[in-house]
Every structure is written in structure tokens, then in C-alpha cells.
């Protein structure tokens, strides 16, 4: 379990088929086998790592189920991600509960200044719109972001300057894909009148 609040942002140093290398700045450490981190909105298992000067290098297996619903079959070396610690008890919940089990893949249809904030334009799958909101959450590339307006399968956010300089975002130009993660809440609600019908 993840809150979308990005805590790194980590490097992919290898890749080998659907085993990346990740470089980051967690401690070794604290990072044991099995621990699962949040890279850009997936969770994925953690499988070795080792010590770095300044962090560690982890390694992760990606399905091709994983690669074929989201955005790491497109991971090389040198892309730059969002990572995300697990939620441990008692930590502050400063976003929105995200499950990191990503929903599908968003492309931006554009990015424009708002002041010293960004406004990114979303265009989400169409089996996925129903479940985004105006001022719902939203989880893009692992970040819990709220959701401005929605129209048709469109919608809108606004990311602060604080975000983009502490993650990805501040690289982010119309055309490129990101994760999507839709609100836990509003999947189970639309599930649940389902069955009132």
C-alpha cells in the first residue's frame, strides 16, 4: 500500500529482458528482499540489492502482463521514475490510498503553465473514465494528484512547483504515456451500483 507521495526519484541502470536494475537513494539497508516499492505507480517486488555511494542499486522481475499494461516496456537505461517506500503503520497519509496495481496507461495532450504550477490535459482509456471525478484523486506515474475537471475522457490537473521539482513531472511534455491508477474508492462504488441494477 502506497500514497502516491513520491519519496525518490530513481534511475534505471540496467535492463535485461523484464529484470531492471534501479538506481536510488535509499539506503541499502533499509531495503530488504521481498519489500515492494512503487516505480512510477507499480508496485514491484524487490529481488537483490546492493550498497552505492549515495544509496543502493535494486533489481526487480517484471511480468509480461505488467510490461503490456502500463508503461516499463518502455524503460531503458537512463530513464528517470517516481519511486514510492510501502506504507509502514503509523505512517502520515499524505496523499490518497494507492493500491500500485496500475489500471492502464494516460497519455498527455498538454502541458501549460498556470502561474508557477503546471495544467497537464489527460487523456485516459475509455473503460477507465467513468471511475475519474472532478476533485477526485488520481494516481499518474505513482503520484496522487487531484483531478481539476473531467470531460469525456479527458481530464484535467494541476502539479505545484514543489512536485515538479521532487519528481518526473517537471520533464513531462504532451504526447508521453504515464500510469494510471484510478481511485480505490470510486472502482468499489461503481462495482457495488453494478449490482444494484
Excluded at 510501502?86 to 502541458?111: P, Y
Excluded at 521532487?166 to 461503481?190: C, H, I, M, P, S
Amino acid at each position: 500500500m502506497f500514497t502516491g507521495i513520491i519519496t525518490d526519484i530513481g534511475e534505471v541502470a540496467k535492463r535485461d529482458g523484464g529484470r531492471f536494475s534501479i538506481r536510488s537513494s535509499y539506503p541499502a539497508g533499509s531495503i530488504g528482499i521481498g519489500a515492494s516499492i512503487a516505480c512510477d505507480g507499480c508496485c514491484l517486488t524487490v529481488t537483490a540489492v546492493e550498497p552505492l555511494d549515495g544509496g543502493s542499486l535494486f533489481n526487480v522481475d517484471v511480468s509480461n502482463e505488467t510490461r503490456s499494461k502500463t508503461t516499463l516496456d518502455s524503460w531503458q537505461r537512463g530513464t528517470r521514475i517516481n519511486l514510492e517506500r510501502s506504507l509502514a503503520a503509523g505512517d502520515e497519509l499524505g496523499g490518497h490510498i494507492v493500491t500500485g496495481h496500475v489500471d492502464g496507461v494516460a497519455r498527455i495532450v498538454d502541458v501549460h503553465p498556470d502561474g508557477d504550477s503546471r495544467r497537464l490535459t489527460f487523456e485516459a482509456p475509455e473503460h477507465l473514465a467513468l471511475y475519474i471525478a472532478p476533485k477526485g484523486s488520481i494516481a499518474l506515474g505513482g503520484t496522487s494528484l487531484t483531478v481539476n475537471e473531467v470531460a469525456g475522457n479527458r481530464f484535467g490537473v494541476n502539479v505545484i512547483p514543489h512536485t515538479l521539482t521532487v519528481t518526473t513531472w517537471g520533464a513531462k511534455t504532451a504526447g508521453q504515456l504515464v500510469n494510471l491508477e484510478v481511485d480505490l474508492f470510486a472502482r468499489y462504488v461503481a462495482r457495488l451500483l453494478e449490482f444494484r441494477r
